[in-house]
T-cell receptor, first 111, second 112 residues
Framework: GQQVMQIPQYQHVQEGEDFTTYCNSSTTLSNIQWYKQRPGGHPVFLIQLVKSGEVKKQKRLTFQFGEAKKNSSLHITATQTTDVGTYFCAGKVSNTGKLIFGQGTTLQVKP | NAGVTQTPKFQVLKTGQSMTLQCAQDMNHEYMSWYRQDPGMGLRLIHYSVGAGITDQGEVPNGYNVSRSTTEDFPLRLLSAAPSQTSVYFC???????????FGQGTRLTVV
């Protein structure tokens, strides 16, 4: 079945440093979504990418979708303590609402 | 607007007991899903539904049953709890054709 792999599993950075998490799928994705989960919380939708090579920005967050639609990345510039949490990518299966999640990357930011 | 509501928030079960985790949404969403979250494993899909009366298995369905008799409710039943089912369970819903999935607050289940 469809698998989505995400690396790294953990990342510790000093506040102000950049952070990147990578997501790879075993199959071509129709689209990919990114979610953030704060410690003790539930996943919250950040963004969806649909087009090959698409790049979207949300303030300090940059999301990319690969040309082959099999990989994606999330880059955070100049991390802040409010960025702490686990970031998940998820491949969507068309017409089902079914999401296949990566393992997540847990970001710790030292002030 | 309550969104997705899960009950209970915490539960301790003995091995072999059965229970139902409740999930309700008030957004008239067609799609509903159950996930379990374990350390290092991300969110794994247990069962999902594309509408009332329609359910299908996800990645890890064994030991769980679901039904979808109404659009609003999607309960998850543990038939005979096992320690391996100790996890945090999330229910999610989304509208057909839309992008964003909305998650409930989660149920933390411990099986002893």
């Amino acid at each position: 079945g469809q698998q989505v792999m995400q690396i790294p599993q953990y990342q510790h950075v000093q506040e102000g440093e950049d952070f990147t998490t990578y997501c790879n799928s075993s199959t071509t994705l129709s689209n990919i979504q990114w979610y953030k989960q704060r410690p003790g919380g539930h996943p919250v939708f950040l963004i969806q990418l649909v087009k090959s090579g698409e790049v979207k920005k949300q303030k300090r967050l940059t999301f990319q979708f690969g040309e082959a639609k099999k990989n994606s990345s999330l880059h955070i510039t100049a991390t802040q303590t409010t960025d702490v949490g686990t970031y998940f990518c998820a491949g969507k299966v068309s017409n089902t609402g079914k999401l296949i999640f990566g393992q997540g990357t847990t970001l710790q930011v030292k002030p | 607007n309550a969104g997705v509501t899960q009950t209970p928030k915490f539960q301790v079960l003995k091995t072999g007991q059965s229970m139902t985790l409740q999930c309700a949404q008030d957004m008239n969403h067609e799609y509903m899903s159950w996930y379990r979250q374990d350390p290092g494993m991300g969110l794994r899909l247990i069962h999902y539904s594309v509408g009332a009366g329609i359910t299908d298995q996800g990645e890890v369905p064994n030991g769980y049953n679901v039904s979808r008799s109404t659009t609003e409710d999607f309960p998850l039943r543990l038939l005979s709890a096992a320690p391996s089912q100790t996890s945090v369970y999330f229910c999610a819903s989304s509208k057909q054709g839309a992008t964003e999935a909305f998650f409930g607050q989660g149920t933390r289940l411990t099986v002893v």
